[in-house]
């Protein structure tokens, strides 16, 4: 994620500091080229279609010598190669709405870490767009309606996860394991907890303004989210 938004920040920065002349070198196009490149291997996604074609770099006209008499006009062409500014801008200009559109819909990652598509569904759009307090507090709203959903319960917040993964002196709604040793009831206990914790955090991001920066940060509160998810869909379900 950090090197996508680095090409994407020297993208823009290419573009606005694109020199203001009729042509443009070849040495700013290969530039060009290898920044599409490095999109092209971070999204595992075809964009041959904004390179420039060979035929529209070439020499430029760097004078026009007059026919005579006794000898015939000639143009003379420069050594380098280069392309018209507007064939240039006119590939930038498709490729970043482009960019933008296929980056919201790039599952996020973290080295083989995918989130949960529930989660990526919710939360993905509002992390890239750099909203991770409003990305988490999605994600756990998402996480608590699968617990009443799966749990048929019509309880919210500590009421709902006490009694849906709640394992004394009686069977949960959502059971995690058998139960059948101190360890196996431990555990289930332990998961209550972290649910009761997103239950928390919910109700903390939900009525409170402070707001955090931090990327990893927000990706982390999103695979809580993610694992949550997918231990409920190990749970077995008891009658409440």
């Not at 190669?81 to 973290?110: S, V």
């Not at 009694?163 to 009831?185: E, H, K, Y």
Request: charged share 25%.
């Amino acid at each position: 994620m950090a090197e996508w938004q680095q090409s994407w920040a020297r993208l823009q920065a290419f573009r606005q500091h694109l020199p203001e002349h009729y042509e443009i070198h070849a040495r700013l196009v290969a530039e060009y080229h290898r920044l599409l490149k490095d999109f092209a291997e971070h999204l595992a996604t075809d964009l041959s279609a904004f390179l420039i074609p060979q035929e529209d770099i070439r020499p430029k006209v760097v004078a026009v010598s007059m026919g005579t008499t006794r000898r015939p006009g000639r143009t003379h062409y420069s050594e380098d190669n280069y392309c018209l500014r507007t064939t240039l801008l006119l590939k930038i200009d498709a490729l970043l709405p482009f960019l933008e559109g296929l980056l919201h819909r790039q599952p996020l990652k973290a080295g083989e870490y995918s989130l949960h598509p529930e989660v990526e569904r919710v939360s993905g759009a509002l992390y890239r767009d750099g909203h991770y307090k409003q990305a988490a507090l999605e994600a756990y709203i998402r996480v608590i309606t699968e617990v009443k959903s799966r749990s048929g319960l019509l309880l919210d917040g500590d009421p709902l996860v006490n009694q849906a993964f709640g394992c004394d002196n009686r069977r949960p709604v959502l059971q995690f394991n058998d139960l059948s040793t101190d360890a196996a009831r431990d555990e289930q206990k332990g998961l209550l907890f972290l649910y009761k914790g997103v239950v928390g955090l919910r109700n903390t991001k939900a009525h409170s303004n402070v707001v955090f920066d931090s990327p990893e940060r927000g990706f982390e509160y999103l695979a809580l989210a993610s694992l949550l998810l997918r231990l409920l869909e190990t749970a077995s379900r008891n009658a409440p």
